[in-house]
């Protein structure tokens, strides 16, 4: 898709399937992605790593939310771009500059779509 090729992701996700699914379309757009489990293996990554355009986070999951992920991976990178997914309807999306909500579950080019309006 136009606007992700060459891009860096780290999709960040409790459930595997999930993780790698979104990780795999991702890939077939054109992106470079780095998967993590919680939000304490995907700050090491960050602080790892070279730069990345886009997380992309589960809300729900153990240790502590997307909401405070993305906070403490902007506190490393300010100018990360955060795709948020839930599949909880009682999610009230935060707003934050940078940042968009997906609800779970969504189709292959949603997500491509939200991503690059994201990045691109």
Do not use: N
């Not at 996700?13 to 939000?39: K, N, P, Q």
Request: hydrophobic share 50%; net charge negative.
């Amino acid at each position: 898709m136009a606007g992700l090729s060459g891009k860096r992701v780290l999709v960040v996700d409790d459930e595997a399937f999930i993780r790698y699914t979104v990780a795999d379309e991702l890939e077939h757009a054109g992106c470079s992605v780095v998967e993590a489990a919680d939000g304490a293996e995907a700050l090491g990554v960050l602080a790892a790593s070279d730069a990345f355009d886009l997380l992309v986070t589960d809300i729900r999951m153990p240790g502590f939310d997307g909401w405070t992920l993305a906070e403490r991976a902007r506190e490393l990178r300010p100018e990360l771009h955060v795709l948020y997914v839930s599949g909880f309807s009682g999610v009230d999306p935060r707003p934050v500059s940078g940042g968009e909500f997906l609800p779970k579950p969504f189709l292959p080019a949603q997500l491509c779509a939200a991503a690059a309006k994201l990045v691109g």
